[in-house]
């Protein structure tokens, strides 16, 4: 089973990889018209917040004299932006009404997903620049018709390796060329690594990359 376990990590079993379950056209509709409504100004919202607390740290930087306030400050700052989200879990798009139920669209939104990173990932490193970004997060909106699992398999064919993740929210990867000596890729078992064929497209009822 898909599982990536450390002292205080365990995600295992099918359960937590699957598809979500197919919602009903009605409710599709109700996210749809608020999503249209309401996302524009919960954009704009975000957007004065970051523009407020751009200020909030400019004035902040004064209050660095005080022992601990910097810390208590980059805690608090981290523990918001944590729980905001630029695309909130109730919205659905114009092509997800279209496509819930859909296994194949799920599966090419996330093949494309993968293959944007994976490009960006294997680009060779320009000189004087920094090397690109071995992480890539998966966001639950773009797997949610297919399920973790399906991610997980798709991303070990392209060189990826599972990082501790909770596939109810994102599917943390790592670019196992990035790791050196001792890497695991696709097929090589290693800490974390996924073993391919425990849970497939039998038990997780998405079809293969590119069928109906």
Do not use: N
């Not at 669209?105 to 990932?121: G, I």
């Not at 399906?150 to 060329?177: F, Q």
Request: charged share 20%; with cysteine.
């Amino acid at each position: 089973m898909y599982a990536y376990q450390d002292s205080t990590f365990v995600y295992e079993g099918q359960q937590h990889w699957r598809a979500e379950p197919d919602r009903p056209r009605w409710q599709l509709w109700i996210r749809f018209v608020l999503t249209v409504l309401v996302l524009p100004v919960w954009w704009l919202l975000l957007l004065v917040v970051a523009l407020a607390a751009i200020v909030v740290a400019m004035f902040a930087e004064i209050l660095t004299i005080i022992p601990g306030f910097e810390r208590g400050a980059d805690r608090a700052m981290d523990a918001v932006i944590g729980k905001v989200s630029v695309w909130p879990r109730w919205a659905v798009t114009w092509p997800e009404l279209r496509h819930e139920g859909d296994t194949a669209f799920h599966a090419a939104r996330v093949d494309a997903f993968l293959d944007k990173w994976t490009k960006h990932a294997s680009k060779p490193r320009a000189p004087k620049k920094p090397a690109p970004s071995p992480e890539c997060e998966v966001p639950w909106r773009k797997y949610r018709g297919v399920g973790g699992a399906y991610v997980v398999e798709a991303a070990a064919r392209r060189g990826w390796e599972l990082r501790p993740s909770d596939p109810a929210e994102e599917i943390r990867l790592w670019w196992s060329a990035a790791s050196g000596a001792g890497a695991t890729g696709p097929g090589v078992a290693g800490p974390g690594a996924m073993m391919p064929g425990t849970v497939g497209p039998g038990a997780s009822g998405y079809p293969p990359a590119g069928t109906a």
